[in-house]
């Protein structure tokens, strides 16, 4: 089984150790990293109306913000031993920066990889920018 290395799962820690949850008590953190090796850590983020910012939403937000438009590699850690993938909202995320080679591997709690997948696994036939019409 592939490892993944102590500094992204060291991120993940402090990302999570980090998330605003007083409703779920269920924090995630996610590192977004880009074909350059940039990485762009993100947690979830609850408010009274339960519209929250997912873990993978924040994340993806920071590489943006930073002019990045490309994803490698998504790393994703909920707060138990259990997998814990990305919402549909956030696949639709990651497909828009996404390439066929993009992997996204999902964390235990403990830092230990449980499964990794590909964007065509985790979103089949997904629907993305280039279904729309030309700018």
Known sequence: M????EEIVQKLFNA???AYVPYSNHPV???MVTPDGQQFAGTNVEVAHYKGLCAEASAISAMVTAGQRQLKTV???GPADHLCTPCGDCRQRIREFATPETQIKVLSGRGELLKTYTMEALLPDAFGPEQLPPR
């Open 2 to 5: 592939d490892q993944v290395s």
């Open 16 to 18: 999570r150790a980090n």
């Open 29 to 31: 953190a996610s590192v």
């Open 75 to 77: 790393y994703v850690m």
